[in-house]
């Protein structure tokens, strides 16, 4: 009979750490976007296009984001959060969460119309999503403007934009 509870005893043991042992996988397997991607040619029409750029530095807490265009640099810097209350509040200029396999970016950008005009907010969502063997980044952008009622002429633009844009990794970390 002891020799029966010793052997159930080492069973559940030796449950308890594989199944430690998957959960700890899981946690290590979030996505990193961390390198450096070049847009793809097929989404450019000119040579000059063809030179941007996009590098990403991801830690724990934040995502880096500097894209390099002709004539143009961004860099955003954006808390990686996986709280949705935080990430629904955009009191920051933009936010990231990891949501299974793609990152989710959302920023808000002051624009002006002209130059009398009060500041249009313009509100862009990107998924990003690394192929299988990580060498291609696909973004889909969803953008609008916050500030535009339905049929508000200053607001030419239009709202509900969206494009996918596809960046070959150049370089890893």
Same mark, same amino acid.
């Given at each position: ?7 159930? %005893? ?7 750490? /594989? ?8 946690? *290590?397997?979030?996505?990193? !976007?961390?390198?450096? !991607? @070049?847009? +793809? +040619? ?9 030179? @941007? ?7 724990? *807490?934040?995502?880096? /984001? ?8 961004? /860099? =955003?810097?954006?808390?990686? &959060?996986? @709280?949705?209350?935080? !990430? $629904? ?5 933009? $936010?990231?969460?990891?949501?299974? $396999? ?6 808000? #950008? ?7 005009? &009060?500041?249009?907010? #313009? ?7 690394? @192929? ?15 500030? %535009? &009622? ?8 239009? &709202?509900?934009? =969206?494009?996918?844009?596809? !960046?070959?990794? #150049?370089?890893?970390?």
């Amino acid at each position: 009979m002891k020799r029966l509870w010793i052997t159930g %005893c080492w069973i559940a043991w030796i449950g308890l750490a /594989i199944g430690s042992s998957v959960n700890a996988g899981l946690a *290590d397997d979030k996505m990193d !976007y961390s390198g450096k !991607y @070049s847009l +793809e +040619e097929q989404n450019h029409k000119s040579r000059k296009q063809a030179d @941007s750029t996009l590098e990403v530095v991801q830690n724990e *807490d934040r995502v880096k /984001i500097i894209k390099v265009e002709p004539r143009k640099t961004t /860099i =955003s810097d954006c808390p990686l &959060s996986s @709280s949705d209350r935080a !990430y $629904r509040n955009l009191a920051d200029k933009c $936010r990231a969460q990891l949501k299974g $396999r793609n990152l989710i970016v959302e920023s808000v #950008v002051n624009t002006f119309r002209e130059p009398t005009h &009060s500041p249009l907010r #313009v509100h862009t969502k990107e998924r990003w999503e690394l @192929s299988a063997d990580n060498k291609t980044l696909t973004i889909k952008s969803d953008t609008d403007f916050m500030d %535009c &009622s339905l049929g508000d002429s200053n607001c030419s633009l239009g &709202s509900g934009a =969206s494009r996918t844009t596809k !960046y070959k990794r #150049v370089e890893s970390p």
